[in-house]
């Protein structure tokens, strides 16, 4: 079955950057827009940044100025560069297109 596979999680320091991929492991039909969304426990997910298939792009206004999303000539991979990273950003961080998401991977931010 095709899936969406985050990496590039892992323990930052407050200030410092982390790059996301999401790649997906088969042809995508999806023709809307990629998404990155993150999950602090007992939260709810939280929208962070989208790229459409013309390149545009939204942020939410937490990340915005600070995480990039982009891609190359392709669909996938998507990825979120992540700079000025704060505490507050740890959460776990998917993909998710179509309603389709990854199982995500852990972002820790420790000051």
């Known amino acids: 079955q095709d899936q969406l596979m985050e990496s590039g999680g892992g323990l930052a320091q407050v200030g410092s950057s982390l790059k996301l991929s999401c790649v997906h492991s088969?042809?995508?039909?999806?023709?809307?827009?990629v998404n990155w969304y993150r999950q602090a426990p007992g939260k709810e997910p939280e929208f962070v940044a989208r790229?459409?298939?013309?390149?545009?792009?939204n942020y939410s206004p937490t990340v915005e100025g600070r995480f990039t999303i982009s891609r190359g000539n392709t669909k996938f991979p998507v990825y979120l560069q992540m700079t000025s990273l704060k505490v507050e950003d740890t959460a776990l961080y998917y993909c998710?297109?179509?309603?389709?998401r990854g199982q995500g991977t852990q972002v820790t931010v420790s000051s």
């Open positions: 998710d297109e179509c309603g389709d």
């Open positions: 088969g042809d995508s039909r999806c023709i809307s827009s």
């Open positions: 790229i459409f298939s013309g390149g545009q792009t």
